[in-house]
């Protein structure tokens, strides 16, 4: 979503005509991620507005993307680096990145024009699952698995504990609830591994599998239910 005065995204949301909405807005009836709207405000990606409590959406499809980042591929905005998804792919839409994934990392990134949907699945306290297969640059032992498992501090805090399978000799599986930046790689690092490999498969219940590396197709009917549903959407 473009960045829009208040007045107007209220207006194409079909709840009133801009003159009522500057009513609306001078009555304390609107608010902006929990703030009261002030006349001139802004609504922006993944801001959420409300009228008499209840959530306010732009009048435009929603759409949602699944991505397979290749390595390389920058998520970053259009026209801010040379490598960012946005100069390789054409999307019909105008869509944002759900999390990101790091140049040198592959795999599933979702996107989409839903801020709402977009803020839920990256907070932390929500605890949705992101899948992904790694390999290291030498052996596995328990307690690598042991110590991964656990919480372990990076970025002056300590991660969630985590699930994490070794599946062999160099190579793991881990499932996060929590996005801190570069976290597995850190993780490793704190153990005194390297990631030499590293693709994301999962998030919450929408899979990699068959995408081709720098391609993407829409979620089917039934998987974007299933994710709405899990972020509690009603």
Same mark, same amino acid.
């Given at each position: 979503?473009?960045?829009?005065?208040?007045?107007?995204?209220?207006?194409?949301?079909?709840?009133?005509?801009?003159?009522?909405?500057?009513?609306?807005?001078?009555?304390?009836?609107?608010?902006?991620?929990?703030?009261?709207?002030?006349?001139?405000?802004?609504?922006?990606?993944?801001?959420?507005?409300?009228?008499?409590?209840?959530?306010?959406?732009?009048?435009?499809?929603?759409?949602?993307?699944?991505?397979?980042?290749?390595?390389?591929?920058?998520?970053?905005?259009?026209?801010?680096?040379?490598?960012?998804?946005?100069?390789?792919?054409?999307?019909?839409?105008?869509?944002?990145?759900?999390?990101?994934?790091?140049?040198?990392?592959?795999?599933?990134?979702?996107?989409?024009?839903?801020?709402?949907?977009?803020?839920?699945?990256?907070?932390?306290?929500?605890?949705?699952?992101?899948?992904?297969?790694?390999?290291?640059?030498?052996?596995?032992?328990?307690?690598?698995?042991?110590?991964?498992?656990?919480?372990?501090?990076?970025?002056?805090?300590?991660?969630?504990?985590?699930?994490?399978?070794? +599946?062999?000799?160099?190579?793991?599986?881990?499932?996060?609830?929590?996005?801190?930046?570069?976290?597995?790689?850190?993780?490793?690092?704190?153990?005194?591994?390297?990631?030499?490999?590293?693709?994301?498969?999962?998030?919450?219940?929408?899979?990699?599998?068959?995408?081709?590396?720098?391609?993407?197709?829409?979620? +089917?009917?039934?998987?974007?239910?299933?994710?709405?549903?899990?972020?509690?959407?009603?």
């Amino acid at each position: 979503m473009e960045e829009k005065r208040i007045n107007k995204f209220l207006s194409d949301s079909g709840v009133c005509s801009r003159r009522q909405a500057d009513v609306l807005i001078a009555n304390g009836e609107i608010t902006i991620n929990g703030e009261l709207a002030v006349q001139g405000s802004k609504v922006s990606f993944g801001d959420i507005v409300k009228y008499k409590g209840k959530v306010i959406k732009d009048n435009v499809k929603t759409v949602i993307y699944a991505y397979n980042k290749p390595i390389g591929q920058v998520c970053t905005a259009k026209g801010a680096d040379k490598d960012s998804i946005f100069e390789y792919v054409e999307f019909p839409e105008r869509v944002y990145y759900v999390g990101r994934l790091d140049k040198d990392s592959q795999g599933l990134l979702l996107l989409t024009n839903d801020g709402e949907l977009a803020n839920s699945i990256q907070k932390s306290r929500n605890n949705h699952e992101k899948e992904y297969n790694v390999r290291v640059n030498k052996d596995i032992t328990e307690e690598f698995i042991q110590g991964m498992r656990g919480e372990v501090p990076i970025l002056d805090t300590v991660t969630k504990k985590c699930k994490v399978q070794k +599946t062999g000799t160099r190579t793991f599986k881990i499932i996060l609830t929590q996005g801190l930046n570069r976290q597995i790689r850190r993780m490793c690092d704190y153990f005194d591994y390297k990631v030499v490999h590293l693709k994301r498969i999962r998030v919450m219940n929408i899979k990699l599998e068959n995408i081709r590396p720098g391609t993407y197709r829409k979620l +089917t009917f039934e998987e974007e239910k299933k994710l709405r549903e899990m972020i509690g959407e009603k």
